[in-house]
Every structure is written in C-alpha cells, then in structure tokens.
C-alpha cells in the first residue's frame, strides 16, 4: 500500500493567487520558500501522493469588482464566476514546476493531487479583514452560485478548472489525480449537511457538477477522484470516480465508533482512504482494540483492508493545523517505518 499525506495548504484560500494587502510575505506564495525541502522529507520517509486544496473557499478566484456580493434584503450572495487571475496561474504552474524538478533529481516520484475547491467554497460568504477592517474585495466563501446554478457552473468550469487542467497536462507525470471537492456532504442538501436548515447546494445541482467535472478532467486524460467525506455517501448516491475517495474518521466515543469496511472497489476503479487522522487522541479505531492508536498501526489496519493507498491528514509546516492532525517525528517513523521498515518501534 502506499502512503500519502494532506499537505492542503500553507496559507488556506490563499496558496494561488494574491492575497488581501499586508496578508503575505512577499510577492511569491509562503509555500515557494519550504516546498523544495518538504518534498525531499516526503521522499525521504515514503510518502508517494500529496493532496493539496487549490482554490479552497475561492478567496483569491473573484476579486474587487469580481467578488462575490450579497444582495441585502434576500441575504443571498450572488457570484458570477470569472477567468482565473495570471498570478494564481502562474503560481499553480511552479508548483507543478517544483513536483517535476524534485521527481528529476531523484527517485521515488512524489505525486500531486490538487483539490479543485473546498465545501467552504459554498458557505455564505466573509469579508476578508485588511488590518482590522472588512475588505469588500476579497470575500472568502459566498460561491455556491458556481455550483448550484445550471449556466455559471458551466462557466465556472470552463474558466477555472480547463485552464488549471491543461497547464497540468504540460507537467502529466507529477499528477495522481484530480480531486473536484474536498467533502461535498457538508454543502448538500440530504448529503449530511451539518445545518439544520439544509446545505447551499441542491442535490441535483451537485450530481451535474461533480458528473462535468469529471468529464473534463477526463478529456484531458487524468484520473478524477471525489473527497467524500463518508463511505457511505458513494453508497447511498451511486456516485463514482476513477478513483474513489472517502475519508475515514472515528470518534472517542464509543457509541460514535466506526469501523473501516474491507475494499470492495473494483481493481478498475479502487477505493483509497483520502484523509485520516494522524492525532492519537483525537480517534479511537475499534480494529485497533488494545494497540496504540498511531499512524503505524492505523496504516497497517488500513492496508490489511485492501486499500492501495491511503493519505495521512495532515502535514501542516505553518500553524494551519487542527485537532485531527498531529504532526511530530514520531509520525515520521512510524510512515518510514510502514513503507520501508526503517526505524520501527
């Protein structure tokens, strides 16, 4: 089984494009200054899949005039989706310039699968601050327009994902696959959405997304995979991928405890595991029973299910972290460990 890991942003919403004034270092994105040796320790412990958002909640896709804007009365932020900026471009093409140069220089190849948009993408929408004011140029969330209406999420997948798939297909082998939307669930109605007054994003309207997304990423000859929150979702929708992706979480509690099913993918069209936890504490895996609950056992439950693959959330050098990750040395060891046998416990 190979091992991969969530490196889903340095700066969430703004690892492409250009930021609000005063929110960067300099005119390059953070990651450009740590990417060349991230990838060199991702080799070195055996890590051959990195997942990483690109758009995320759209804060940098639709600035000024193009922002999302709330119409006052109804409440409800209408977004009309425009071209990708030059900058957020050429940053999304060093990156894959950055994948190439490392895989040249020596092997094993690491692999990136870029993550179109985030849920967030689709929740009402933020004004960004700029100091300690709200910034009307650049909102983060506020899109669900490009998604839930018929004609803009035509064009919101024309004039955003074409031009990131075909500077992609320059740079064909740094690509694993492409993800079209990290947890679709928590916008959708009747997809566990987490508001009780149901999701942004009618059922429909996401099937027809996800269905052309997965056509164009298609016809430039990639792997589409879906980052589905739950298992049970490709179930009860029917919804399928290249590669079919769900994330595995359990919980403390023992009466919210699942257990991870055997694989039951077709080898043509293989399920992985595209996050989970590498917080000890934060999951209790009932397959586990008395182990410690570590990425080095975590990792061989998963791969005794069958899975090819199975990606470690996640890998954060800033301080972007949350409670599900916990990244330390010791995760280190336990991935090198896994893959190569070095340095176990």
């Known amino acids: 089984m190979q091992v991969g890991v969530n490196y889903p942003w340095l700066n969430y919403g703004w690892d492409f494009g250009t930021p609000p004034t005063g929110w960067g270092g300099g005119s390059d994105p953070d990651w450009m200054a740590r990417i060349d040796g991230d990838l060199a320790h991702f080799k070195h412990i055996g890590i051959s899949v990195v997942r990483w958002f690109i758009l995320g909640d759209g804060l940098t896709y639709g600035t000024a005039s193009d922002a999302p804007q709330v119409n006052q009365e109804t409440g409800q932020w209408n977004f009309t989706p425009p071209h990708l900026s030059e900058e957020l471009l050429a940053h999304f093409e060093a990156l894959l310039q950055r994948f190439q140069a490392s895989n040249a220089a020596a092997p094993p190849p690491v692999l ?16 960004a601050l700029t100091g300690m004011c709200p910034d009307p140029g650049f ?17 919101f997948l024309d004039r955003a994902l074409q031009p990131l798939l075909q500077i992609a297909s320059e740079y064909r082998q740094t690509i694993y696959a492409w993800d079209i939307i990290n947890e679709p669930e928590w916008v959708t109605n009747n997809w566990h959405c987490d508001d009780a007054t149901g999701g ?11 269905q052309d997304g997965k056509t164009m990423i298609r016809r430039f000859d990639f792997k589409s995979t879906i980052g589905f929150w739950s298992s049970e979702t490709i179930r009860r929708t029917n919804i399928d991928a290249d590669i079919n992706q769900f994330h595995f979480y359990s919980e403390p509690d023992p009466r919210k405890q699942r257990r991870l099913a055997e694989h039951s993918f077709s080898p043509e069209f293989p399920g ?3 996050e989970f936890a590498s917080a000890a504490a934060k999951d209790h895996w009932p397959d586990l029973k008395s182990q410690p609950q570590t990425v080095l056992n975590r ?38 460990c896994f893959v190569y046998g070095r340095n176990c416990p």
């Open 272 to 274: 992985i595991i595209g």
């Open 200 to 210: 942004a994003i009618d059922e429909d309207a996401m099937r027809v997304f996800l």
């Open 139 to 155: 909102i983060k969330q506020g899109r669900a327009q490009a998604i839930n209406d018929s004609t803009k999420h035509r064009d």
């Open 112 to 127: 990136l699968m870029p993550v179109f948009v985030d849920y967030l993408f689709c929740r009402p929408g933020v004004p």
């Open 299 to 336: 990792l061989k439950c998963i791969a005794s299910k069958n899975y090819p693959l199975a990606l470690v959330w996640s890998f954060h050098p800033g301080s972007g972290g949350d409670s599900f990750s916990q990244w330390s040395p010791q995760v280190d060891r336990d991935i090198e």
